[in-house]
């Protein structure tokens, strides 16, 4: 399985962009999916998950401005992010596992498969 994301680039802040992440594969529909974020000078932090069906799971920090959404005809996941703070600013991942434990949703360690990032930044 090979992940790749993109969409990443500079935007103002209270500005949005879409992220999407694009997965190899016949059988995306049966991953569960997450994004994660690294801001520099500090550790890989959890962002929005979706599970196969669909269920999603969100950081407080993100609630209420970013959705992630899938399009299993297309392998691809998206992050659309709105409201976008300097403090979004990062390196975005997206990762990928069969058969996630809810409970495990926000963890990195629980996800098998990883892209490459993209740079986000956000300026005030």
């Known amino acids: 399985v090979q992940l790749q994301a993109s969409g990443g680039g500079l935007v103002q802040a209270g500005g949005s962009l879409r992220l999407s992440c694009a997965v190899s594969?016949?059988?995306?529909?049966?991953?569960?999916m997450g994004w994660f974020r690294q801001a520099p000078g500090k550790e890989r932090e959890f962002a929005a998950a979706i599970k196969s069906n669909r269920d999603t799971a969100y950081a407080q920090s993100v609630k209420g401005r970013f959705t992630i959404s899938r399009d299993n005809d297309r392998n691809t996941v998206y992050l659309q992010m709105n409201s976008l703070k300097p403090e979004d600013t990062a390196v975005y991942y997206c990762?990928?596992?069969?058969?996630?434990?809810?409970?495990?949703?926000?963890?990195?360690?629980?996800?098998?498969?990883w892209g490459r990032g993209t740079l986000v930044t956000v300026s005030s």
């Open positions: 594969g016949r059988t995306f529909r049966n991953y569960d």
């Open positions: 990762a990928a596992k069969r058969g996630i434990i809810t409970s495990s949703m926000q963890r990195d360690d629980a996800y098998d498969y």
